[in-house]
């Protein structure tokens, strides 16, 4: 179906692909993974025909294959309407009912003796009338809009008026609807639910074509894909694994561990060869020093002789191919939670609770939940379900409809907004630290390092940190102004997976009470000791 050979890329004088090699047949799931800004999106681009490669080449079989593209963004000209988008076969469907009104007429005027080119013309377009009338009039464009949560948008609307989320999901829709043979979907979870997730890998697990999806969701990439290939961005190559997320995490950490104690023995190795010609040199030199006798210098001759072998030897050995490199240090880390002590004391209690905005329907309704110091929670629910609202709540702003919420006596709340606003974007995040907490700058180097934050990123304004590293920043502020109850609002939704590692790994380093918004099942199912669901106007609570 697809046949990727040796294609490379570059712009300006910096490679982007170097020799990349695939194939991908009917039915292949196959996950593309790496850090953002590695190529993935050039990728896709290159192999639906939007970009030319600058070298290698790309082969479809057959080759009018349909291939289905989902960028990261929408773009459509000004006044396409949702209807245009998604059905465009409406507007071939206007333009071929009036093409068989024409050649109707031309046969009527023609007084029934038209002529047989015109008649089987007639038929041929009766033919694609009905095969547009069964298309447009499936309900199928509706049954997706439902299942994306968009049922309540007029088909008429402009897409220009969605929200970004909105956007998505409706490029989603156009692709899911478009009859494709070839899958290429770039970051297709973005915006999606947890119920939009899991109706996304029914839908992919029943597509009979191939999917390659470039995805941060980890589960997703579990659940749908038997291949996962790696874009390396040191060699700009890709590396091709059997089996699903988990088990490329497996392979690579077995092979990352392998190099390591291959590089460890090297390096003893050539330590002891290096102490070896220099013992070999002394011992010659010894010799040499240490008599006049012509055949003890013959022999202090022979000694240096072979430390000379020896010493080439080593030279050769340093300058070849066979040498284990160093692996670089590297974002896949196995994620290992500490489990938190139940210490049994309440760190926040609510009772009665009903929230949401003045003048408008409560959200939620008569919640009432219990949560102690120690535990790790994670809060989901459909989007606009009110679980940003209900954060906002607890972190005391807003206040309730009805009811309270009641913080334990020696709780200090931290909260994390999806935006990051508490973050000065023109400071460094070595003067944050040190404005609230009383370090000297060693110590509070100390703290950014376990937050993943060294080098020279401490000495650098937020502005100009990555998004991960913000969100690790703000994690890091958090944690040094003395807060034990972290209230985090989808701190890992626009993170790709090295960044969601990363973040993740620096979390772990936290020993409070922790309570998360967030729809990330992979995430999920390594953190959370209870998991919080808002669904109606209620929450429920799933240990």
């Known amino acids: 179906m697809l046949v990727v050979n040796g294609v490379t890329k570059r712009f300006a004088d910096q490679i982007i692909l170097q020799g990349v090699k695939f194939t991908l047949n009917r039915g292949d799931r196959v996950g593309l993974i790496g850090p953002n800004g590695c190529g993935k999106t050039t990728l896709l681009r290159i192999i639906a025909g939007l970009e030319l490669p600058d070298g290698g080449s790309i082969t479809l079989s057959p080759p009018d294959l349909h291939i289905g593209y989902l960028p990261q963004g929408l773009q459509v000209s000004e006044g396409t309407t949702i209807n245009d988008l998604l059905n465009p076969q409406r507007r071939e469907l206007t333009r071929v009912e009036a093409e068989l009104a024409h050649i109707s007429d031309q046969i009527a005027f023609t007084g029934g003796k038209a002529a047989p080119a015109l008649v089987e013309a007639y038929d041929q377009t009766l033919d694609r009338l009905r095969t547009l009338s069964v298309q447009v009039g499936d309900g199928h464009t509706e049954s997706v809009l439902a299942t994306l949560g968009m049922q309540d948008l007029e088909l008429s609307t402009p897409v220009d008026e969605l929200s970004g989320g909105q956007k998505t999901r409706l490029s989603l829709a156009k692709v899911l609807l478009g009859g494709s043979q070839l899958l290429l979907l770039d970051e297709p979870t973005n915006h999606l639910d947890i119920q939009m997730l899991e109706w996304l890998e029914d839908w992919l697990a029943g597509f009979d074509g191939g999917v390659l999806v470039v995805s941060h969701d980890r589960a997703l990439l579990d659940r749908t894909v038997s291949r996962i290939l790696d874009l390396d961005q040191e060699t700009h190559s890709l590396r091709e694994y059997a089996g699903n997320y988990r088990a490329y995490l497996e392979q690579y950490l077995i092979e990352r561990e392998k190099q390591m104690a291959g590089y460890r023995d090297q ?26 006798d012509s055949s003890q210098r013959r022999y202090a001759m022979k000694v240096a002789r072979k430390a000379k072998s020896r010493e080439k030897k080593l030279a050769r050995f340093m300058a070849s191919d066979k ?170 939704n626009h993170l790709d997976i090295p960044s969601r590692t990363r973040f993740e790994a620096a979390l772990a380093q936290f020993e409070g009470t922790v309570l998360a918004v967030v729809h990330d099942r992979y995430f999920i199912e390594c953190f959370a000791t209870e998991l919080w669901v808002v669904e109606g106007q209620g929450v429920t609570v799933e240990r």
Not at 268 to 281: C, E, G, H
Not at 415 to 439: G, K, W
Request: aromatic share 6%.
């Open 267 to 292: 390096v003893y190795d050539i330590r002891r060869m290096r102490q070896d010609v220099a013992r070999t040199k002394e011992q010659a030199r010894r010799v040499e020093r240490g008599t006049i």
């Open 323 to 492: 040498r284990v490199e160093k692996p670089h240090q590297s974002w896949r880390m196995k994620l290992k939670f500490s489990t938190p002590q139940h210490l049994g004391a309440d760190v926040l209690v609510v009772e009665n609770l009903s929230i949401g905005y003045p003048d408008h329907e409560p959200l939620l309704c008569g919640v009432n939940l219990h949560l102690r110091a120690g535990s790790r929670v994670a809060l989901t629910g459909a989007n606009g379900a009110g679980k940003t609202t209900l954060l906002r709540t607890f972190a005391g702003h807003l206040e309730p409809i009805a009811g309270r919420v009641h913080l334990g006596p020696s709780v200090c709340l931290g909260y994390m907004a999806q935006e990051q606003e508490l973050l000065d974007s023109e400071r460094s995040a070595l003067e944050m630290i040190r404005e609230v907490a009383p370090l000297g700058e060693t110590e509070a180097r100390n703290l950014l390092h376990f937050f993943l934050l060294s080098g020279d990123d401490p000495l650098r304004p937020a502005s100009s940190l990555s998004y991960g590293e913000r969100a690790r920043l703000m994690l890091a502020v958090l944690v040094a102004q003395g807060s034990n109850f972290l209230l985090l609002d989808e701190p890992i």
